[in-house]
C-alpha cells in the first residue's frame, strides 16, 4: 500500500539546520508531484513547499523563501526538506504528501486533506532556545 514516512525532526535553536526525509513506497513516485505541508500549534495546515516530478522546479511559501531548500531522489524514492536559519515560528508537525487531483504549485490559501493524495504521519520540528 501506499506509504509516506518522514523522519529527521527534532529540537534546535533558533539559526539551526535540519534535514527531513520522507521515504515513499506503494506507488509510483517519480510519477508525482510531492509536497511538504507544515501545521504549527493550534493552527491549520499551511503548504510549505511542492517539488515537481523531476525535481528540476521548486516552489516555497514567502515564510520559508530562501531558507528551505525541497530536493527529491527518484532512484531512492526519497523527498528531502533541508531547513536552514530556522526560526520559533517554523515550529510544527511536518508532512511530506503526494500530489492530488489539483496540483499545488503555490498556494496561500489553508491546505485540506482532500488537497494531496497520501500524507505521512508527520515529524515534529520544535525550535527553541
Known amino acids: 500500500q501506499v506509504q509516506l514516512v518522514e523522519s529527521g525532526g527534532g529540537s534546535v535553536q533558533p539559526g539551526g539546520s535540519l534535514r527531513l526525509s520522507c521515504a515513499a513506497s506503494?506507488?509510483?513516485?517519480?510519477?508525482?508531484?510531492m509536497y511538504w505541508i507544515r501545521q504549527a500549534p493550534g493552527k491549520g495546515l499551511e503548504w510549505v513547499s511542492s517539488i515537481n516530478t523531476d525535481g528540476t522546479s521548486t516552489y516555497y511559501s514567502n515564510s520559508v523563501e530562501g531558507r528551505f531548500t525541497t530536493s527529491r531522489d527518484n532512484a531512492k524514492n526519497t523527498l528531502y526538506l533541508q531547513m536552514d536559519s530556522l526560526r520559533r515560528e517554523d515550529t510544527a508537525l511536518y508532512y511530506c504528501?503526494?500530489?492530488?487531483?489539483?496540483?499545488?504549485?503555490?498556494?496561500?490559501?489553508?491546505?485540506?486533506?482532500?488537497?494531496?493524495?497520501?500524507w505521512g504521519l508527520g515529524t515534529q520540528v520544535t525550535v527553541s532556545s
Open positions: 506503494g506507488f509510483a513516485f517519480g510519477d508525482y508531484w
Open positions: 504528501a503526494s500530489e492530488g487531483d489539483d496540483t499545488i504549485i503555490y498556494t496561500t490559501d489553508p491546505v485540506k486533506r482532500s488537497d494531496a493524495s497520501s
